[in-house]
């Protein structure tokens, strides 16, 4: 073994590290292929860091291609206290005009206080059913209702009754909330229905929604529902709830209160309010294009885009050093930024490139950036051009028309970084590859050395021995020589 090897040269007078010598004289192939492995390593660390960079960047795009993006609203209202409003992309930059002269109701029946239960504890008789109808179906125990899951509701509590009718499946309905009231006296039953305003039948006839209960309870109705009634530029609005969601484009109305002087009509004399009567102070909603928030949402993809570039010139010098993929992908990603993007009427106008509203390129580095003043003045002129820019999207990928950027830009990144014909994917791989390769023959060639190293060893030690034995030898012939001589 060559642990049983040693060299001191005390006999040979040769140097101690003389196997070290020569089996560094042999480590040049090891050290360069060492060296390949650490500049390969380091360009595939690179081109790893450079894919992410990139994903970000088509992350970015894909967030900017749902015209939802584009359209961010800020909404403001002159009486919040009476009537507040949101908006989405869909909405479009206006000022309305709101008048509120009823605000939607939920529909409660109570029970009355002589029908009213004594103790908590005390159940209903032999035989108790229970019945209710609301937004015309019938629910209870009765044969050919909706029931409770039981045919009697036989020693039940009024707690009982409330658990049974709060767990009834109402379909698409919203349903009926049970609860029971202590008045100081006595318990009692409410239903509330969970949809406000009132019931609309087939025949159009507008009621009550909770209606038609059992008799032998006597029910007082506490809470009428009514519809919400507003006036919206002029034109009567009916509302079941006081969010209004479908009266304007993209915009909620919340009602809060009713406006000053404002009262309500019953236009076809049907009994239930349906107009406003007399307009009292109207409250403004002022809905404008958010580009504030349009703008954080631009700076957000060009910083994306920055940071490609910023990484490709920082490593351009030694990790990224010749390497033509890196250049090739800055080369590809100008291209997609400075194409025009056009529709199936052609290129479109006023705005179909990034430079058209602002856009500038630093020559030197390749960063881009928005002149403010030229941004500020297309977002003006045609918001939705610059929309459209973006997010114009094509039935078909072969009608000859280039889509909007941020499709061009993510489906650049995609194919660049697929995992099936990727460039990117496939410099990793290769890279990936190479050293691979590199470390099964470095770790070959460290075997080799080692069993270089042990032979010169054990060669040597051999020699040191040899010389040491002949030493010893001589030494003791001369010492006999010498004795012969002497006698």
């Not at 900017?64 to 930059?93: E, F, G, K, M």
């Not at 605000?103 to 009355?112: N, P, Q």
């Not at 707690?159 to 009834?168: H, K, M, P, T, V």
Request: glycine share 8%.
């Amino acid at each position: 073994m060559a642990g049983s090897f040693s060299i001191t040269g005390l006999a040979s007078g040769l140097p101690s590290d003389i196997v070290d010598q020569l089996v560094n004289a042999q480590k040049t192939r090891l050290k360069a292929m060492e060296k390949d492995k650490s500049f390969f390593s380091s360009q595939q660390t690179a081109i790893g860091e450079l894919e992410t960079k990139m994903l970000a960047l088509e992350t970015k795009s894909k967030e900017l291609q749902a015209t939802s993006a584009w359209a961010p609203h800020t909404v403001s209202s002159s009486d919040s206290d009476r009537v507040a409003a949101t908006a989405d992309s869909t909405a479009q930059a206006a000022n309305h005009s709101v008048v509120v002269g009823q605000l939607a109701t939920y529909d409660t029946k109570a029970m009355d206080a002589a029908s009213g239960f004594a103790a908590s504890t005390t159940t209903l008789g032999v035989g108790a059913t229970f019945s209710f109808e609301y937004n015309g179906v019938t629910y209870g125990t009765s044969e050919g209702t909706t029931n409770f899951d039981t045919s009697t509701l036989e020693n039940m509590t009024l707690e009982d009754l409330a658990s049974a009718i709060n767990g009834i499946d109402y379909g698409d309905d919203d349903g009926v909330s049970a609860s029971v009231l202590y008045d100081g006296s006595k318990y009692r039953l409410i239903l509330t229905a969970k949809d406000s305003g009132t019931y609309t039948d087939s025949f159009g006839n507008r009621g009550d929604r909770i209606d038609n209960i059992a008799s032998g309870y006597g029910f007082t109705q506490t809470v009428t529902p009514q519809d919400a009634i507003l006036k919206i530029d002029g034109i009567d609005v009916v509302s079941s709830t006081n969010q209004v969601t479908t009266a304007l484009t993209g915009v909620t109305l919340n009602l809060q209160d009713v406006t000053t002087g404002t009262t309500v009509a019953d236009s076809d004399g049907d009994g239930w309010p349906d107009s406003i009567g007399t307009s009292g102070t109207a409250v403004n909603i002022s809905i404008q294009n958010d580009t504030t928030a349009l703008k954080t949402v631009l700076t957000g993809f060009l910083d994306s885009y920055n940071a490609v570039v910023d990484y490709v010139n920082a490593h351009k010098t030694d990790t990224l050093s010749g390497d033509t993929l890196s250049r090739s992908v800055l080369s590809q990603m100008r291209t997609a930024l400075n194409t025009q993007t056009q529709n199936s009427l052609g290129t479109l106008s006023p705005y179909s490139t990034l430079a058209e509203m602002g856009l500038r390129t630093d020559q030197k580095t390749g960063r881009i950036s928005f002149d403010s003043s030229s941004l500020d003045k297309a977002l003006a002129t045609d918001f939705n051009s610059v929309t459209r820019l973006f997010t114009s999207k094509h039935t078909s990928t072969a009608d000859g028309f280039n889509e909007g950027l941020a499709h061009r830009m993510a489906d650049l990144i995609d194919s660049l970084t697929s995992s099936t014909g990727g460039s990117v994917t496939g410099r990793k791989d290769g890279l990936k590859a190479r050293v691979d390769r590199l470390e099964k023959s470095i770790e070959q060639e460290t075997s080799r050395l080692e069993k270089v190293r042990e032979t010169l060893t054990k060669k040597f030690s051999n020699l040191e021995q040899m010389i040491s034995k002949m030493n010893s030898q001589s030494s003791s012939l001369t010492s006999s020589i010498s004795k012969l001589s002497g006698s």
